[in-house]
């Protein structure tokens, strides 16, 4: 089990980690969350590695991880932030990392070829990236999208890369898919954790959780 620094807590209502022997013990088909509102199912053979203190692997063929239907998610109009760790293998697709469940209702995804990220939500209407939001191939990325006051704001690796306005459409009651978010389009990527908050993080919480793992995953 990797221990490292402390994240914040506060508002945190999902975190499901591959490197915490509480959360997945290496085998099997559930993870389990470890502030206890959704457990995830490993759906299609998701895979394990130890790679970074523990790693779940998405193959690219159709692989994901998904929870039942969880108010951790019933938002409302209100903030959130979402904050995953990805390493993609290819931007042979478009690539999901978390959606809600579909991305006809919200998905923070990148575009096929260039790994640019962005988030649609909901039923296509509102649309957000900014310059400068890419995962870059075969390395760790942190990614962070936190909306305050109906902004999303977009982290990449603790490090404030833009904002868009206008990302006040309310969530309900909802399942989570990690690794998938509509039709084929699966990637192969790792993903060791998932963590939301029902709360917008600062910059500070931001900087401090990447600050946390940031060691664990050369960055």
């Keep these: 089990m990797y221990v490292g620094p402390d994240i914040v807590t506060d508002g945190l209502v999902f975190d499901i980690s591959a490197g915490s022997t509480r959360s997945y013990a290496g085998s099997g088909t559930t993870a389990y969350d470890l502030v206890g509102s959704a457990n995830a199912s490993l759906i299609n053979g998701v895979g394990f590695s130890t790679d970074n203190g523990g790693t ?8 994901y991880m998904a929870t039942a239907s969880t ?21 042979n697709t478009y690539s999901h990392m978390v ?11 990148t575009t096929a070829g260039t790994g ?3 988030f649609y939500s909901p039923s ?22 936190v909306r305050r006051s109906g902004v999303a704001y977009c982290y990449l690796n603790g490090e404030l890369i833009g904002s868009k306005s206008g990302f006040s459409n309310s969530f309900t009651s909802q399942a989570i898919n ?14 060791p ?6 709360t917008g993080l600062t910059d500070a919480g931001v900087l ?3 600050n946390a793992v940031k060691n664990r995953f050369g960055l």
Excluded at 99 to 109: E, R
Excluded at 133 to 143: A, E, G, P
């Design 193 to 198: 954790f998932v963590r939301i908050y029902n």
């Design 71 to 91: 108010s951790a998610v019933a938002f409302g109009t209100g903030d959130f932030t979402i904050e995953v760790m990805v390493k993609p293998a290819s931007f």
């Design 116 to 118: 640019n990220i962005y």
């Design 208 to 210: 401090q959780n990447f």
């Design 178 to 191: 990690i690794g998938w978010g509509w039709a084929s389009e699966f990637e192969e990527q790792q993903i």
């Design 56 to 63: 779940w692997d998405f193959d690219g063929t159709d692989d």
């Design 124 to 145: 296509y209407t509102t649309y957000g990236s900014t310059s400068g939001w890419n995962l870059t191939l075969n390395q760790w990325n942190s990614v962070v999208l």
């Design 99 to 109: 959606s809600l469940p579909l991305q006809s209702t919200f998905t923070l995804k």
